[in-house]
């Protein structure tokens, strides 16, 4: 019968780490954590850790609410969501709530009834006050709750980095995609980095949000011919996520503007279609696999007393591809 | 207190239409559906086959079963399902197999131990045998299965469709890009219909299949890249899914192939990306909202005694935008 030392000797790292691994407990880089499951299963090792959580689990079902699966964005990360609760023995219940507050109140009467173990929101429309008092493992998603645990990309150095790149090739005359900035998301700071460095530099972007709650591409449309039409003298975009870049590169490409002579632009997110469009979108690269692998192991921390709120803020930077 | 007569004369529908709407059985528009299930919001009627559904309904979840969730045809086809088992009052339990038979036979025992109530598999690896003597509500997509029932577009005539509008416009080298036809998909008719009405014009066309099991992005590149470089002549290409004709747009522009000038690209789904390319993509329309509906209907079946193989093949047909 294996022991947890022949685990650390096998994965070449101390028995600490090993433990570590096992009560997912604190960051440990992807190749340690994959050294030791490796270990693990070689040995065939069962530690009591794991069975305890198995025992402790009731339903091993992980609810995940985002607000459009058809988005790249959410598409991408459910995916890895589910890839990594898998590797925790857990399955995934995802609801694609269009930002719908009974769809979100609705799993949260899940977890209370115990029908899921956890839930982790990328979709937040929920009153804060349905939170209150919950001992749950929730996770949040570019959203602080108070006492929830969440995972969100450095949104402020992202609008930063967009900011000076455009700067810094020349823009001057400049605008900004967002979401509704009504929606009270940590993304707001990309908004709020950007327009901090353009002021700076005596820049005032023009500002176009989408409505709330919309996922609407035709809305996306409707919003960018317009603004490309009554501001021909534009030469700089940053939008807050690469599908609005997308449509933006399109409304371009029919409108004979050309991107990157006439018109800088800049995304958010470097989800894969920004490898795809014409030309390549530069983009801010926030790393979608390593936030969906930290915020399973938030919602699966398998000690009560381990939860507490933490705040995993991922570094971005920016991947320079053709668009600026 | 409301009688389904009531909901019928609200509606502006027969009493027998009511109950098929109420009992989930034969195929019904959108529009009439919607139209019964307003009427019964209306007047608030609680039908005793709903009631019995809900007693009867072990789980009250669905499971979903599909190769990769960031590909967006199943990213779509996830968010009409996901959408339209709210509406039964479902939820989803969702897998990202990425072609892996163990998760799939994991999700299979799922059914089997009534953890969830009826199976969407939209992914297709494991064994037939597998399979044999289930008396579970499994619905399969682009793959029959005996017993089983299936959703799938028209394959066949979407072959034919972009076979014949290639040669229309004067395409004479011609090339076809699938996903790997040892996998025993529906789908694969798409590759059928295309050879066989190419043979009748005397063409006969390159093929290149993608690896089995393989959703890596970077290896569509690694097929299409050598493909345009040693065949300079090509001028029509028909991918069978619109993120592989993405690929194709893509290589064309960085080769300085101009599309629709020097080569011809028709793509397959007519997901929400084919109208973001540039140039938009000309594809097959298959319609992944009205598919995404029957599943859940097939899978939500109330009455047992109703489940029989059913088989239902959609209609496709072609959007002409400017790639062909």
Known sequence: MATIKDVAQKAGVTVTTVSRVLNNRGYLSKDTRDKVFQAMEELNYKPNAIARSLYAKKSGIIGLILPALRHPFFAE????????????????????????????????????????????????????????????????FDRIIDGLSYVCSD????????????????????????????????SNDRTKAFLDVMDKHGINPIIVQTQTDVFDYKHYDNMIYPLLKDHPHLNGIFATSDLLAAHVLRACYEMNIKVP?????????????????????????????????????????????????QAHVFPVHMIQRYTC
């Open 77 to 140: 990360l459910a995916g890895f969501i589910e890839q990594y609760a898998n590797l925790h023995a857990y399955k995934l219940l995802v609801c694609d709530s269009n930002h719908d507050a009974l769809r979100e109140k609705e799993f949260v009467d899940l977890l209370k009834s115990n029908q899921i173990d956890a839930l982790i929101m990328a979709s937040h429309t929920l009153d804060v006050r349905e939170f209150a008092g919950l001992d749950y493992p929730i996770v949040t």
């Open 155 to 186: 949104n402020y150095r992202g609008g930063v980095l967009a900011a000076e790149r455009l700067i810094h090739v020349g823009c001057e005359h400049v605008a900004h995609i967002c979401g509704n900035l009504q929606l009270d998301l940590l």
């Open 261 to 309: 002579g006439d018109l800088r632009v800049i995304g958010y997110d470097d989800v894969s279609l920004s490898e795809l469009l014409v030309p390549q979108l530069t983009t801010i690269h926030q790393p979608i696999q390593e936030m969906a692998e930290m915020a399973v192991i938030l919602a699966t921390q398998a000690q009560e007393a381990d939860r507490f709120q």
